[in-house]
């Protein structure tokens, strides 16, 4: 499938900014899953300074913002084809060793919800273990995109019981990796029909299996990955995988306004 991407971020303060500094994550990766036929991300307001590979492999740009202005402007566009290994992303796509992927973080720290939603799982093997703990999070979880912290983490959202994709994915990650499973977050993009107007990007998870490589599971919509799903970025959890993350200084009141056209043919 052939999906097309326009995409503005837009940063809005009350006042001028004095100076600032943001990593873009918003570039695909060409893999044997999506072939890349053109990608343009531009800025207004802003300079790159540098474009580097991660450790995680994912195209990072730092900007530096323009001092005076009260608004900056992130463009991302491009055409990607994307084939369906029906939610197989690689065996090793990746430089970091697959423990590296067990690792916590502030928002993937298992405590005790964690526990009680992987107690009592019944699975032949980990591809079946994982499915089932991605339909028990969907099952326990309400999506809410109006009621959600972008702080949360995953024990915060099972105490809650609701949230959006960022927090559904927190969750399966903290779960499969309390189960000895290496996961990670991806942070892309999913077209949900030709011409589909969006205010987010999707967030869904990645689990390592053995001798079939990393399955990608979306907890939100409770499916793997298909050619609808364009990935862009991965990590340990959000932080190392977001969008747009950074520092400034000035420019108080921030307002944010996200505008994603997506067609498909």
């Not at 032949?124 to 326990?140: F, G, I, K, P, T």
């Not at 959006?164 to 499973?181: E, G, K, P």
Request: glycine fraction near 6%; aromatic fraction near 8%.
């Amino acid at each position: 499938m052939k999906i097309t991407i326009d995409h503005f971020t837009t940063y809005e303060f009350a006042k001028p900014l004095v100076s600032g500094f943001q990593q873009v994550r918003l570039t695909p990766s060409p893999s044997h899953i999506q072939d890349i036929k053109k990608w343009t991300t531009t800025f207004t307001n802003a300079r790159e300074q540098v474009s580097y590979l991660d450790h995680h492999q994912n195209r990072v740009q730092l900007i530096q913002l323009e001092p005076g202005f009260s608004t900056f402007t992130i463009h991302a566009s491009g055409e990607v084809l994307v084939n369906n290994l029906n939610g197989i992303s690689a065996l090793d796509d990746s430089p970091c060793p697959n423990w590296l992927y067990l690792r916590t973080t502030r928002r993937t720290t298992p405590g005790v919800r964690t526990a009680e939603l992987i107690q009592n799982l019944e699975a032949r093997d980990q591809l079946s273990a994982v499915h089932d703990l991605m339909l028990r999070v969907r099952e326990n979880l309400t999506f809410d995109p109006e009621s959600s912290a972008t702080s949360w983490t995953a024990e915060e959202v099972l105490r809650e019981g609701y949230g959006v994709c960022q927090d559904f994915t927190h969750v399966l990650v903290t779960a499969t990796r309390a189960l000895n499973i290496p996961s990670r977050y991806v942070s892309g993009y999913l077209s949900m029909g030709d011409g589909t107007e969006q205010s987010a990007m999707h967030a869904w998870a990645e689990t390592f299996i053995d001798k079939l490589g990393w399955v990608g599971l979306d907890a939100t919509n409770g499916i793997s990955p298909d050619e609808h799903y364009i990935r862009v970025a991965v990590g340990l959890d959000l932080d190392d995988a977001a969008p747009v993350i950074g520092c400034r200084v000035g420019g108080v009141e921030e307002r944010l306004r996200v505008h994603i056209q997506i067609n498909q043919q």
